[in-house]
């Protein structure tokens, strides 16, 4: 087939040129996951990276409920062994992002910042990102009290006093999951009520270490080298508290990496993409992995069985696919 560059990227190589049986979207757990497959199966799959290298588990200090690391692992540290394994086996992996995809013909047309590809199967595990407060000190503290994963953070603020915000179902499962570790955790909600479901909200209700401070938002997290407090704006009022705190649990909701697919591939109302037991998508030949598709458990070993997977149905699709081509043209 012929491809061409568009303008303003870089010469394409003779590799680019030739037509991908697997080109992977995304470097976190899942994608690295699914190329690690792939590329056993003897696929040299592309692993485009997007902007975070190691997906958001890269970004986590410490992964403590990962099997096979009884003493814990660095996120960044697990990101480089997952790639490293990959690699190993035969996966390409390429500092860039896709900025358009054409699932219109086959095989698929990916566009990059700095090269254009065509694969006969596309895996999407672009992730999910959760949602900022954007307050000062939420960024600097990242990772040294912020947290937007109480499973795999609430280990480190055993007897200490935290701030959950938010206040739907997740808000309140997270806040009552964090009662195991924290001496105390206060629930932060912008409104007058609650979103989160009845049941959810009367056992939060009766814990004793759990106590509510409604409409009222975060205004600034405040500490040198971990989080040592966190001042609060009674929304109504407008009055301001300073309330010491060492560590602070975001849960206003995640946004599937997945805008760019939006006519593509079927979403949910929520924007992830939508796919049955197998990963596959509404689109033949493309499959999805991770938390682009998943609401629910967002951790980083569902993340890896996602994966793996997406690659073996991909792998089976292929095969089908070219025992049929073969067929034809026998």
């Known amino acids: 087939m012929s491809f061409e560059l568009g303008s303003g990227?870089?010469?394409e190589t003779?590799?680019?040129r030739r037509v991908k049986d697997v080109i992977v979207l995304g470097s976190g757990p899942a994608g690295f996951s699914a190329a690690l497959y792939a590329a056993r199966a003897d696929r040299a799959p592309l692993v485009l990276t997007g902007q975070e290298l190691g997906g958001q588990a890269g970004l986590t200090h410490t992964i403590e409920n990962y099997p096979g690391f009884p003493g814990g692992v660095g996120g960044a540290e697990l990101g480089q062994l997952f790639q490293k394994q990959a690699e190993r086996f035969g996966a390409r992996v390429e500092l860039d992002s896709a900025t358009a995809i054409d699932l219109s013909?086959?095989?698929?047309h990916v566009k990059t910042y700095s090269a254009e590809y065509a694969t006969r199967t596309l895996i999407i595990a672009t992730g999910a990102n959760p949602r900022k407060l954007n307050v000062p000190g939420e960024q600097e503290l990242t990772g040294r009290g912020v947290s937007y994963c109480a499973t795999c953070d609430g280990w480190f603020f055993k007897g200490k006093e935290v701030v959950v915000v938010g206040g739907g179902d997740s808000a309140l499962e997270e806040g009552l999951f964090l009662t195991r570790?924290?001496?105390?955790?206060?629930?932060v909600h912008r409104r007058e009520e609650l979103r989160a479901g009845r049941i959810l909200r009367q056992r939060a209700e009766r814990n004793e270490k759990i106590s509510f401070r409604l409409n009222t938002v975060v205004q600034a997290i405040r500490g040198e080298t971990a989080v040592t407090s966190v001042v609060l704006r009674h929304v109504a009022s407008g009055a301001i508290k300073e309330?010491?705190?060492?560590?602070?649990f975001i849960f206003i909701g995640h946004d599937p990496n997945t805008e760019f697919l939006r006519g593509q591939v079927d979403l949910d109302a929520k924007g992830y993409v939508v796919a049955d037991a197998r990963m596959r998508?509404?689109?033949?030949g493309v499959f999805v992995a991770g938390e682009a598709a998943d609401s629910v458990f967002r951790q980083v070993a569902t993340s890896v069985g996602m994966g793996v997977a997406a690659a073996m149905t991909a792998e089976t699709?292929?095969?089908e696919r070219e025992a049929e081509l073969a067929e034809a043209g026998a």
């Open 105 to 108: 013909q086959w095989p698929f």
């Open 281 to 284: 998508t509404s689109v033949p």
């Open 14 to 16: 003779a590799d680019d």
């Open 9 to 11: 990227a870089q010469a």
């Open 317 to 319: 699709w292929l095969a």
């Open 243 to 248: 309330k010491p705190m060492q560590g602070v």
């Open 181 to 187: 570790y924290a001496s105390h955790v206060t629930i």
